[in-house]
């Protein structure tokens, strides 16, 4: 059974940082795309960051600079390093698995940036 799920939420002040963490089981985790996405209150959810199973990364303009995904296949697990955060920044973030057409999502991690 394949599972996914996201940790490091939480709140922070504008400029702080946040690393989260989403753990893959129950798949060959090194073969696989892996994306961040978020999802704001009333917005629709939008693409933060990728990283493929060949290293390949792409970043939403958004976040260029300030955020950066990685991955370590040895522990199954994608990270996605968030500095500089900002208020616009609140949402709830989910880790996307994929590879051709198959997809697996986590619950989500809320962030929340105030002060």
């Known amino acids: 059974q394949v599972q996914v799920v996201e940790s490091g939420g939480g709140l922070v002040q504008p400029g702080g940082s946040l690393k989260l963490a989403c753990v893959g089981s129950?798949?060959?985790?090194?073969?696989?795309?892996m994306d961040w996405y978020r999802q704001a209150p009333g917005k629709q959810r939008e693409l933060v960051a990728t990283?493929?199973?060949?290293?390949?990364?792409n970043y939403a303009d958004f976040v260029k600079g300030r955020f950066t995904i990685s991955r370590d296949n040895a522990k199954n697990t994608l990270y996605l390093q968030m500095n500089s955060l900002q208020p616009d920044d609140t949402a709830v973030y989910y880790c996307?698995?994929?590879?051709?057409?198959?997809?697996?999502w986590g619950q989500g991690t809320q962030v929340t940036v105030s002060s």
């Open positions: 996307n698995i994929r590879r051709q057409a198959v997809y697996y």
């Open positions: 129950g798949i060959m985790f090194s073969i696989y795309t």
């Open positions: 990283l493929t199973a060949a290293g390949t990364t």
